[in-house]
């Protein structure tokens, strides 16, 4: 039968060699002093956007780890607004109870930081991922801990494959006591660490019906904003955890076993933080060409409809830009969406795309 890590007679202790793992942190500190520092060579509005695309790009991979796919457009003009950050051309967007829930989350874990986790606080959280007491087409306990049985499973029904079964229900208050009072302890693990271990460790107790996966990364970005003492994220560790998904699961049902190999897990989560620092300084670059971008066009006198628009196309606009897709996202007439395009490409700021088609589209110069 197999045992899992919480079995074992030394269990919850999370005890392990750091040593192997201080190559690591240096290269993380590195990472982040050099984005740091190319950061304070930029105005504000460049970092505020890195800020709002870090945040929005947290919300919204956290959710589609858990196969939960949120839109984009809403997720970042809802941040906006909340962190108070203007950006030429955002259209706000109404968004959704199950999404305001999660930038709700993401939020209070980053700007809230010193603040500290209790269970009413992560009961405030899963309320707000389940606003409706319903996941999919499932009843659950919202807003308190699970009072069933709960596995990670995968399969078709009949050649089900369990990966992972969470202690009994009637261990989870106890043991989430434990983890909280561990949480907010300084046992002098380094914070980087720890906020590895924090994550993991919550997974194991999975003390939720549903939503451990989000809450979890969640509280791992608060040990995060705690260990660098800033409410301003400048990366995701959520985008990078989705861009190595298979691999995550892997490590952490690796961690779930008996021999509880928390050093694995460690080493692994610190490296996809520094891949998720990495790949900020990469998103900083653009980040830095936007601004320049919509500086240039701040004596244009561009109307709302035009600065939307060229705000998606900036950000990354998926498929080809029509007349057509222009009158259906600014809700306008396809008359008014040629002018719009017109008036840009007399500017200098659009052209025809040279592709061909049945349809002519147009591209950013």
């Given at each position: 039968m197999q045992k899992y890590i919480y079995e074992r007679a030394s269990w919850p202790d999370m005890a392990f060699d750091e040593a192997p793992l201080h190559d690591l942190i240096n290269r993380l500190h590195h990472a982040q002093g050099r984005l740091l520092g190319k950061l304070d060579a930029l105005g504000f509005d460049v970092q505020n956007e890195l800020v709002l695309n870090a945040v929005s790009d947290?919300?919204?991979?956290?959710?589609?780890?858990?196969?939960?796919?949120?839109?984009r457009s809403s997720v970042r003009s809802s941040v906006a607004k909340r962190l108070g950050l203007e950006t030429a051309g955002l259209k706000i967007v109404q968004s959704d109870r199950y999404t305001e829930g999660a930038i709700?989350?993401?939020?209070?874990?980053?700007q809230n930081y010193l603040l500290p986790i209790t269970d009413k606080r992560l009961f405030g959280w899963h309320s707000a991922l389940f606003p409706t007491g319903w996941s999919g087409?499932?009843?659950i306990t919202a807003g308190a801990y699970r009072i069933g049985e709960i596995s990670i499973v995968s399969g078709t029904i009949g050649n089900e494959?369990?990966?992972?079964?969470?202690?009994?229900?009637?261990?989870?208050?106890?043991e989430m006591k434990t983890y909280l009072a561990w949480l907010e302890t300084d046992q002098g693990v380094n914070p980087y660490i720890k906020a590895g271990v924090a994550h993991l460790w919550f997974e194991l107790i999975h003390p939720f019906d549903d939503g451990n996966g989000r809450i979890g990364r969640a509280i791992a970005d608060l040990l995060l904003a705690r260990a660098e003492?800033?409410?301003k994220r400048y990366y995701s560790l959520s985008s990078q955890l989705m861009s190595e998904r298979k691999a995550y699961y892997?490590?952490?049902?690796?961690?779930?076993?008996?021999?509880?190999?928390?050093?694995?897990?460690?080493?692994?989560?610190?490296?996809?933080?520094?891949?998720?620092?990495?790949?900020?300084e990469e998103k900083l670059e653009a980040a830095k060409r936007k601004a320049v971008f919509f500086e240039r066009l701040r004596s244009e006198n561009l109307n709302s409809r035009q600065l939307s628009m060229l705000n998606r196309l900036t950000d990354?606009?998926?498929?080809?830009?029509?007349?057509?897709?222009?009158?259906?996202?600014?809700k306008c007439s396809h008359d008014t969406a040629l002018r719009d395009i017109e008036s840009l490409m007399k500017k200098g700021v659009l052209r025809r795309s040279i592709e061909g088609g049945r349809s002519t589209s147009y591209e950013l110069v």
């Open positions: 947290e919300v919204v991979n956290s959710s589609e780890i858990e196969g939960e796919k949120l839109n709700s989350i993401t939020l209070d874990a980053t087409s499932g009843r494959k369990t990966h992972y079964k969470a202690p009994p229900p009637e261990r989870v208050p106890g003492n800033s409410q892997e490590e952490l049902q690796a961690a779930s076993g008996y021999s509880g190999d928390v050093g694995r897990w460690a080493a692994w989560f610190l490296g996809c933080l520094l891949r998720a620092v990495v790949a900020s990354g606009f998926e498929g080809k830009l029509t007349t057509a897709k222009w009158a259906k996202i600014c």
